[in-house]
């Protein structure tokens, strides 16, 4: 058996899968103030009555990182950050304890200047002195050599508690991007892991000693344990559970995703089955990252959205100030629409035309009528923004998890819902465009099962030079000399080789994996007028999907 849990921003859903499929699912109200107490509770419910040694692994998505930089209460972490001449790295700083420092690795990963130790050791006694306890450090070329990177955090290591290199965050060159990447990871790391030694200490208090995984924001898993040391790899984890959960009953088609909960609607897009990828990384917070993420986007839309009138017009969101009106809550909601709308004798009905009636007599019209005013607005809001979005990703090139498609551009005709309301505003989405809305098979807690079936995955990027007879995969501290015959299918075969090690190390498991060779580059290195060598960079990973032998669907 399988556990599935994703915390969402009103419920936390948590499922039980067998082989066969879902055999029983729970929602727990989310306490964002305690998002631990949140998940243990959904633990304690889902097992209820079951067997802890017939659970073997249990996959967690969380909105923990992801909150903490959007609230900006992530600590305070030291940046130190090895930029050589070209850009200026002052601009990119990300924060007040942020040193531009002395030395420069080339593009071909030579060193053209060392460091200055003593300016190293200096920074680390104001740090210290400061208070820092979490530092990251990045080279502009580190990817191709991490050796300026390794001799800093010799440097700094027995004076904090955890070093961030810039080569092991991203093997990508976006110096930029891979600044900002290598502080989030160091900035959420204290909250992240307080939250992973709380769950693995209660789960075990519980006699639940199963490998423990976290979605990442592309849509597959890692270990816990890896966690620790990628922790920005989980934002977004949220939105990629919704879209994991829909794979399983999506047409082979253009498809729009919309998970419909409580706060939000997360908007996503299928192209026969494989999720379109971001494919540079997720911006968040001002900060624009090398965290790969499939492309969702999240509005202020949701069944407990904030239902008022100004200016005589319907306004919907995107504030939650608590649950509907029908279930004890404060204000009128969408939700309180849908129940006057399906109009019954249970006293939920009769709390949610309380709620309705406040907005039609603004409006001075009947609560029906205002039910069905609030309910098109939202539906409105929906429609125009799944338009955006797919004007946004037709405007530049079109990338999915397994691949570019090269001049594609994107024409869904159907919309598949999954969330609480999915069966309502599926209805009348249907009705109020010109696509055809299904609801996802299991639309209540889909986003938990996508959360619990998504496979493990990883990437490798290896560099070779066979001018200088070297390859290196510095994110895997990885490098050893070659000689002048290797080739690119050599490389490949060794990238491969690290991807298997690297994808078991995270809690894959053999029969699911499968590779992917998504960057194979190979050019002529030249002197006057003969080839002295050849660069090859080769990019490797696990292919994202749903892990085998399980059923997501129960058929």
Known sequence: MIIGLDVGGTHTDVVLLEKSGPVKNVKVPTDTSDLFSTVLKGFEKITEGIDPKKIKRAVLSTTL?????????????????????????????????????????????????????????????????????????????????????????????????????????????????????????????????????????????????????????????????????????????????????AIATAPDSDVIVLDIGGTTTDIAMLIDGAPVLEPLGIALGGYKTLIRSLKTKSIGIGGDSHVRVEKGEIKIGPERLGRAMAYGGPVPTTTDAIFVLNEDNSNEFEKAKIAVESIAKELKISPIDAAQKIFDKACDVILEEVEKTVRQINSQPVYTIHELLDGYKVKPTTIMVLGGPAKEFAIHLEKMSNYSVGIVHEWKVANAIGAGLARTTCEVMLFADTQHNIIAAPEENFSEPVGSHYTKNDAIMQATDLLKEKALKNGSSSEDFEVEIIEDLEFNMVRGFSTVGKNIRVKVQVKPGLIHGYDPIGA
């Not at 390794?150 to 290199?165: D, H, M, Q, S």
């Open 65 to 245: 990182t992801t909150n903490a930089i959007v609230q900006s209460t992530v600590q305070t972490v030291g940046m130190i950050v090895i930029g050589g001449p070209g850009i200026d790295p002052e601009l990119f700083k990300t924060n007040d304890h942020y040193y531009s420092v002395k030395g420069y690795i080339d593009h071909r990963g030579r060193e053209a200047e060392s460091i200055d130790e003593t300016q190293i050791k200096e920074i680390s006694r104001k740090l210290k002195k400061d208070g820092i306890l979490h530092v990251g450090v990045v080279g502009k070329f580190s990817a191709r050599n991490p050796s300026q990177e390794n001799r800093v955090y010799e440097i700094l290591n027995n004076n904090f508690e955890k070093i961030f290199l810039g080569h092991q965050i991203s093997g990508n060159l976006n110096f930029p991007r891979r600044i900002a990447t290598t502080y989030l990871n160091a900035a959420v790391y204290p909250i992240h892991k307080d939250f992973f030694e709380a769950v693995r200490s209660s789960l075990k208090t519980k006699g639940l000693n199963v490998p423990i995984h976290i979605l990442k924001a592309d849509g597959g898993t890692m270990s816990f344990e890896s966690s620790i040391d990628y922790p920005a790899q989980t934002i977004f984890s949220g939105p990629a559970a919704s879209v994991m959960g």
